[in-house]
């Protein structure tokens, strides 16, 4: 099945810069594209941003391109997501998930979630 565990959430200021990274374990890590996710409080959950199984290609959510940067490093087996000029908007739970299949760019197909890290953007 795999697990994912994500770092680095917490607490800035509107303007500010966070980076959050998501740790997979118990699979091949290189051959599952891995997406970020947020879901704010009473809010549906909602893509962030994805990055392809071979790190060359990306996705970003309107609300975040531009701001936000999703990279994978695979010999650590991790993918940051680098998140700049934040808005109290962005605060949320952050989730990263894999995808259920492999070597795909994102196929929208969740193989397992993390269990999500909060980030807090105060005004």
């Known amino acids: 099945q795999g697990q994912l565990v994500e770092s680095g959430g917490g607490l800035v200021q509107a303007g500010g810069s966070l980076t959050l990274s998501c740790a997979l374990s118990?699979?091949?890590?290189?051959?599952?594209?891995v997406a970020w996710f947020r879901q704010a409080q009473g809010k549906a959950r909602e893509f962030v941003a994805a990055?392809?199984?071979?790190?060359?290609?990306?996705y970003y959510a309107d609300s975040v391109k531009g701001r936000f940067t999703i990279s994978r490093d695979n010999a650590k087996n991790t993918v940051d997501l680098q998140m700049n000029r934040l808005k109290p908007e962005d605060t949320a739970v952050y989730y990263c998930?894999?995808?259920?299949?492999?070597?795909?760019?994102?196929?929208?197909?969740?193989?397992?979630w993390g269990q999500g890290t909060q980030v807090t953007v105060s005004s």
């Open positions: 990055v392809k199984w071979s790190g060359d290609s990306t």
């Open positions: 998930a894999r995808d259920h299949i492999r070597q795909t760019s994102w196929s929208g197909n969740i193989g397992s």
């Open positions: 118990g699979l091949p890590f290189p051959d599952y594209a």
